[in-house]
């Protein structure tokens, strides 16, 4: 037992250190930040000013006011920030395996998986959160939402959950690159679909689509159910403080799933030789 807890110390060391990293590069370069900040957010409020524009132009989107739209985007832009930050290497695996820069991670004492996300944390991606954060609370005023101590601690676990599902989703496409030897990037494809699902309710998906992004491709459980659950809307499924446990535990097996698609093809990983 103290052995993990000393295994878990040490990667907490070397994460805090990584991050800290990051940070001092990016201000290395002041004029680079400066332009994610503008253009990163401008682009969720772009978005969420079109969301607007459909409500007070057609009304209800499937019987969700602006309010609760606005509460559902937010809480769906800030997993994807977070995501961003930590899993959005993912994208590029297929570089690395067909660059052999593999090679440099199999050499060192930590997890492969664990190198190829946490030496490289996309500190840029704090530049979305923001915008996420700013949406959200004002979804949560127009709702009528108290943030109460439980309603704060739903919204961290259901947030932890959405940000691994999206990180198990990324890893489970890049690590495909392990078979094809391809260094196409489905990443961006995925992350589109992933946001016009996530930042609209599913219910007004048919009902084939609706299973297919519960059970199938579990992005529902990304933003549609915690947050119905959050704003007492039926979604048929769950409601309360479970909805947060279950999305927890989807994250936690879409990771784990992630987790042993990469390693049987990390075995077929064939380095940089010829």
């Not at 060391?13 to 990016?26: E, P, R, S």
């Not at 739903?154 to 078979?179: C, D, E, K, N, P």
């Not at 689509?209 to 491709?217: A, G, W």
Request: net charge negative; proline share 3%; with cysteine.
């Amino acid at each position: 037992m103290s052995r993990s807890f000393d295994t878990l110390r040490h990667y907490l060391d070397v994460t805090g250190v990584n991050i800290k990293m990051a940070f001092m590069t990016i201000i290395e370069y002041p004029a680079n930040i400066a332009g994610w900040m503008i253009s990163n957010p401008l682009q969720f409020i772009m978005g969420f000013a079109i969301i607007k524009f459909v409500v007070e132009t057609f009304g209800e989107i499937n019987g969700w006011d602006y309010g609760q739209l606005a509460f559902l985007y937010g809480l769906s832009v800030i997993s994807h920030a977070l995501s961003m930050i930590f899993f959005v290497q993912g994208w590029f695996m297929g570089w690395y395996v067909i660059e052999g820069d593999f090679d440099r991670y199999l050499t060192r004492p930590l997890g492969v998986l664990y190198q190829f996300f946490f030496t490289n944390i996309n500190i840029f991606g704090i530049t979305d959160l923001i915008p996420g954060i700013i949406v959200f609370i004002y979804g949560c005023v127009r709702s009528g939402v108290r943030a109460s101590f439980l309603f704060v601690i739903q919204v961290l676990i259901m947030l932890i959950g959405a940000t691994l599902i999206r990180g198990g989703i990324y890893i489970l496409i890049g690590s495909t690159s392990f078979h094809t030897r391809s260094a196409v990037d489905f990443g961006q494809y995925t992350q589109e679909i992933m946001d016009k699902t996530t930042m609209y309710p599913i219910s007004m998906y048919p009902e084939s689509m609706q299973f297919i992004l519960t059970y199938l491709i579990p992005i529902g459980w990304v933003s549609f159910y915690p947050v119905s659950s959050l704003l007492g809307i039926d979604n048929g499924i769950s409601s309360g403080m479970i909805t947060a446990f279950i999305t927890l535990a989807v994250g936690i097996l879409m990771m784990s799933l992630a987790g042993a698609y990469f390693n049987s093809g990390l075995k077929k990983y064939e380095s940089a030789g010829n």
